[in-house]
């Protein structure tokens, strides 16, 4: 096999500054700030371009923008083949198989997306982390074996794949990102691990699997954690035995209240997120973690109390966005307080009277699931192509049709 040398850089220290783009193999790089190069090369072998990680591993960087069938190998001129780049592979709409060698332990995000008639593909198990986006829109995905070693799917990995029917989770992975496969809408035979309990915001949005369960409980639970509960309304009690609540939890479901039993461990990523009604909430002493936005764009929340002294918050203003935090002395959430310029209440100090706050207006928003979108057009044509057709008087109001078994 022929090897072809292409020198991308060549000169050590040297800062560029480039007003468009470059080539580097087969793709194209938008560079719009200052670069520093240093001696850089890329090789072609066969259809794929590569380079050298460190001079004794490879990283394949591009393909060739026609191949149909890629056959990876295992290495090149006696050095394994152990990187896939990112956008190595992207939006190579001819692209039907892969054949990803064992020698390979990172695919980086995004090297498949756009993929549009890439039929099937199987992981090695010597890749123990599936990155993001990495399989996202390829649309004609239908067969997906992933690697038995695999710890964690990364946010939107398969998201838009709309011919996947079936997956099989292995049962070391311990966490699946934000939209995994979000709107892969013939999805419809999940297997799960049974231990696995972190789910990402709206892993699997858009998939008929979500949407049977929704089907038999608006509470879905999934492993003894809850992963969806937008459709939940006024006050809710959740059962003993739950563990966690994440995926997209309880994210713009119009609850007024919750009450938790003592078995939940963790609130996850985004699980109140845009709970608009919700004005405060008691986590239980068995709580450990709060996940990244869990309280985020809650406008009208007043109060958190955190029980635990050792519960762990995620370090950022808009975990709890706002609100007074009632909690332990010397304890992670006084911390978290004083950090982000929250009041903080000791346990056991009397509580103030909360504020009052009005009515959240969206105007458009007729769902109230905080976001302006086809669903409430759809909702006022519906309304509006009832009520110039119906006889009854007198005419219903837009809530009272969403309410009714009309909508």
């Avoid at 001129?77 to 001819?94: S, Y």
């Avoid at 008639?117 to 890749?127: A, R």
């Avoid at 929704?214 to 459709?231: F, H, L, P, R, S």
């Avoid at 969206?362 to 759809?378: F, L, T």
Wanted: hydrophobic share 40%.
């Amino acid at each position: 096999m022929n090897k072809h040398v292409k020198v991308v850089a060549g000169v050590l220290a040297l800062t560029l500054v480039f007003s468009g783009g470059i080539a580097i193999g087969r793709n194209n790089i938008s560079v719009t700030a200052p670069v520093t190069a240093s001696a850089y090369q890329s090789y072609t072998y066969g259809d794929f371009d590569y380079t050298l990680l460190d001079g004794d591993e490879v990283m394949i960087i591009a393909c060739d923008r026609d191949i149909k069938e890629a056959v990876i190998p295992a290495e090149i001129d006696g050095k394994p083949v152990t990187c896939i780049q990112t956008n190595a592979f992207l939006d190579r709409t001819n692209l039907e198989s892969v054949v990803i060698p064992d020698s390979v332990k990172t695919i980086a995000y995004e090297a498949f997306e756009g993929c549009t008639n890439l039929k099937s593909v199987t992981i090695p198990d010597s890749v123990i982390s599936i990155s993001a986006r990495v399989f996202q829109n390829c649309k004609s995905l239908e067969s997906v074996t992933l690697s038995k070693n695999a710890t964690s799917i990364g946010e939107g990995a398969f998201n838009g794949c709309e011919a996947l029917t079936s997956i099989t989770i292995p049962d070391s992975v311990k966490s699946i990102g934000h939209m995994a496969f979000r709107d892969c809408t013939n999805l419809s035979d999940i297997t799960l691990p049974e231990n696995l309990i972190r789910f990402g915001m709206m892993s699997f949005d858009g998939t008929p699997w979500l949407e049977a369960k929704k089907a038999e409980n608006q509470i879905v639970v999934v492993n003894n954690a809850i992963i969806d509960a937008i459709d939940c309304r006024g006050d809710v009690v959740i059962p003993d035995g739950i563990v966690a609540i994440s995926g997209s939890g309880f994210a713009n479901a119009r609850i007024t209240s919750i009450t938790l039993p003592e078995s939940v461990t963790e609130i996850g990523d985004y699980t109140f997120y845009g709970c608009y009604y919700l004005k405060e909430i008691t986590l239980p002493e068995s709580v450990t973690y709060i996940g990244e936005s869990a309280f985020a764009d809650c406008i009208r929340f007043g109060l958190i109390t955190i029980m635990n002294p050792d519960c762990s918050i995620y370090d950022s203003n808009r975990t709890i966005e706002r609100g007074l935090i009632n909690a332990p002395e010397n304890s992670k959430a006084q911390e978290y307080a004083e950090k982000y310029d929250h009041t903080f209440i000791k346990l056991g100090e009397t509580i103030p009277e909360l504020p009052e706050y009005p009515e959240p207006i969206k105007k458009g928003d007729i769902n109230e699931d905080g976001y302006i979108d086809p669903i409430d057009a759809s909702i006022i044509l519906s309304y509006y192509a009832y009520t110039s057709t119906t006889e009854d008087k007198p005419v219903m109001t837009l809530d009272e049709f969403m309410n009714s078994d009309l909508f």
